[in-house]
């Protein structure tokens, strides 16, 4: 079975049906998905920007992924400059 997230564009039916005008215009970084639920004191350490465990059921850092329509990569490292 094969499973897929979809991030920068909303859906209007399961599995498709997406609209140009609703595309992400923006930065999307560092996307984590865990099975269960942070602590108060993990998210507070992610809000401040500090290393915490990356996700189980998605991490950004060993993500695989496909690029569709005008999409830009960036490193983290050249966006603060």
Known sequence: ???SIVLGQEQDS???GFDRQQSLVGQITEVHMWDYVLSGCEITALNAGLSVTTGNVLNWNVLQYQRHGRVL????????K
């Open 73 to 80: 990569l960036k490193n983290v490292e050249d966006t603060c």
């Open 1 to 3: 079975m094969n499973h």
């Open 14 to 16: 399961f599995g498709g």
